[in-house]
């Protein structure tokens, strides 16, 4: 009986001592088991979870392209307006050119007709400014006693009230009149005046015409049409 319970003992011990033997040795096979397989798996397969693993994340990476087009887009804006700003000085500057000019011929003269083109009687700072300009200037000389300028005068009158050009200014200087002033009779001579009713073109400082015959209103319009920018 005590050989029989000897025998079972020890039996139990070698059965408690290989267990963890046979474990150990299916741990090792599976551990080389896996070793293996990575070791012989194809390059292939390898690359092509390399490029899924890259591929997903560049769909999880931000859009740098949309990005870039709207920045793009945004700097065109700014383009933009930044043009509209500079056409929009550019005509204020205009604007402002003109308003100037305006105020540099504005004239202080008596004005006798013409809203465009006015026809003023004379003084020396009108006559000096619109000499001065790119207009073309009439100057009518007129003699209060004379019977054919008494006739013209309001042709020449009619003609400054229908144009609408700003180009042209006229003047009428009185001539061996009771009106007449020192002024007046040095022009007569700086332009070589000889009779009442003579009219002169000057352009841009020059004259350009000078004529003491009488016109009628056709003549004044074809006449000042020359001078006129077309």
């Known amino acids: 009986m005590d050989y029989i319970n000897v025998f079972m003992k020890n039996n139990n011990s070698q059965k408690g001592f290989a267990m963890p033997i046979v474990i150990a040795i299916v741990a090792l096979v599976v551990v080389i088991g896996g070793v293996a397989y990575f070791a012989t798996r194809p390059q292939s397969s390898v690359n092509d979870e390399v490029m899924k693993k890259d591929s997903a994340a560049m769909e999880r990476a931000p859009d740098n392209t949309r990005e870039k087009k709207d920045g793009e887009t945004m700097m065109k804006d700014e383009g933009s307006m930044m043009e509209k ?3 929009a000085m550019m005509k204020g500057e205009t604007l402002m050119k003109k308003e100037g000019e305006a105020m540099m011929t504005k004239y202080t003269g008596t004005v006798l007709a013409g809203a465009s083109a006015p026809l003023l009687e004379y003084n020396k700072a009108d006559y000096d400014a619109a000499i001065a300009s790119d207009k073309l200037v009439v100057l009518y000389f007129y003699a209060n006693w004379c019977p054919i ?3 013209e005068f309001p042709i ?12 042209v200014i006229g003047i009428r200087i009185n001539y061996k009149d009771s009106n007449t002033d020192k002024d007046e009779e040095n022009l007569a001579r700086q332009y070589g005046i000889t009779y009442q009713h003579t009219k002169v073109f000057v352009k841009n400082g020059t004259q350009v015409l000078k004529a003491p015959d009488t016109w009628d209103d056709k003549r004044y319009d074809i006449e ?6 077309q």
């Open 156 to 167: 020449i009158q009619e003609t400054f009230n229908e144009l609408t050009t700003d180009k």
């Open 149 to 151: 300028c008494k006739v």
């Open 224 to 229: 000042i049409s020359k001078y006129l920018p």
């Open 85 to 87: 700003k500079d056409d």
